[in-house]
């Protein structure tokens, strides 16, 4: 049983990165999902999370910018991560509430 993150990377201010979280022997497609994200010096924040059937809610912090989703038959939680900005520079976790699972990281830096 785990989550397996990846997309993360270098990108530029105003640029966009897509992070996936495939789940592995998971109840995923009953489980509501969180992703979350930890700059260094900061505690872990919830960012967005995601019902069974794709309700949404966001941090206000990315309000607008982020996109989560999931498509149940593959196993698979996204983000959509879009205008990015030097503050949202962390490491991007995902979580399964049903068992609770996370992913083990992928780190996202913004800069220029």
């Known amino acids: 049983e785990q989550l397996v993150e990846s997309g993360g990377g270098l990108v530029q201010p105003g640029g966009s990165l897509n992070l996936s979280c495939v789940a592995e022997?998971?109840?995923?497609?009953?489980?509501?999902m969180g992703w979350y994200r930890q700059a260094p010096g900061h505690e872990r924040e919830l960012i967005a999370q995601?019902?069974?059937?794709?309700?949404?809610v966001y941090a206000d912090s990315v309000e607008g910018r982020f996109t989560a989703s999931r498509d149940n038959a593959k196993n698979t939680l996204y983000l959509q991560m879009t205008d990015l900005k030097p503050e949202d520079t962390a490491v991007y976790y995902c979580?399964?509430?049903?068992?609770?699972?996370w992913g083990q990281g992928t780190q996202v830096t913004v800069t220029s």
């Open positions: 022997g998971l109840m995923f497609s009953i489980s509501a």
């Open positions: 995601i019902t069974s059937d794709g309700i949404t």
């Open positions: 979580k399964a509430y049903f068992g609770g699972h």
